[in-house]
């Protein structure tokens, strides 16, 4: 089954203590991304792989980062977790087909909250 | 950066009405892509639009990318209770093919 998978699904922490939020795929998609959900704001993308070892920033890049050592797993890390990054955090991953074929799975989501 | 502007921000119909949502934005976009999001879950891909004055259907959702590239809609016909949720348009512009842009989203209230 087509799946991505997000650990921990919630999460409370507090302010400066650094956290990871894994994302896996089973797909072997090249694309993967993190969008962060807040109210009337609808997904914003924070950063995006192309493949292993490419990562680029998307619109809210500040204050996270990421790795793509292996083509299945895309973690975010928070180094020093702030209150305006409570959020909810989805991870996404994509194959871009031939004849212009889009397939893209999202995970079920983290919440997470920055005391 | 670019930004999509989706409306209306929020329906309530009757089970039965059809409804229309758009997107626009002040730049170009290759790839319009709708999602629905129900609660507590991630958003999952209803239709992807990939030239302009492209028209697609999937069931009774139909949606169409602009002519000018810089908009696009999404039709549900005869609504049901479980066409209940958060729609979203989103984008790949013209510069970058990575970066993907959403809207703010449409929540839909159905009324049995």
């Known amino acids: 089954e087509a799946q991505v998978t997000q650990n921990p699904r919630y999460l409370i922490t507090v302010t400066g203590k650094k956290l990871t939020v894994t994302c896996s795929q089973n797909m072997n998609h090249e694309y993967m991304s993190w969008y962060r959900q807040d109210p009337g704001l609808g997904l914003r993308q924070i950063y995006y792989?192309?493949?292993?070892?490419v990562t680029d920033k998307g619109d809210v890049p500040e204050g996270y980062k990421v790795s793509r050592k292996e083509k299945r797993n895309f973690p975010l890390i928070l180094e020093s977790p702030s209150p305006n990054q409570t959020s909810l955090y989805f991870c996404?991953?994509?194959?871009w087909g031939t004849g212009g074929s889009y397939e893209q799975y999202f995970g079920p989501g983290t919440r997470l909250t920055v005391t | 950066g670019q930004q999509l502007n989706q409306s209306p921000q929020s329906m309530f119909i009757q089970e039965g009405e059809d409804v229309s949502m758009n997107c626009t934005s002040s730049?170009?976009?290759?790839?319009w892509l709708w999602y629905k999001q129900d609660p507590g879950e991630g958003p999952v891909l209803l239709i992807a639009?990939?030239?302009?004055?492209e028209l697609t259907s999937n069931g009774r959702l139909t949606a169409q990318f602009g002519i000018t590239r810089k908009d696009s809609f999404l039709n549900i016909s005869a609504s049901i209770p479980s066409d209940v949720g958060i729609y979203f348009c989103?984008?790949?512009?013209?510069?970058?093919?990575?970066?993907?842009?959403f809207g703010q989203g449409t929540t839909l209230q159905v009324k049995p």
């Open positions: 792989s192309m493949n292993v070892e």
């Open positions: 996404a991953s994509k194959l």
């Open positions: 639009l990939y030239k302009a004055g």
């Open positions: 989103a984008g790949h512009g013209s510069s970058n093919t990575g970066k993907l842009i």
């Open positions: 730049s170009i976009f290759n790839t």
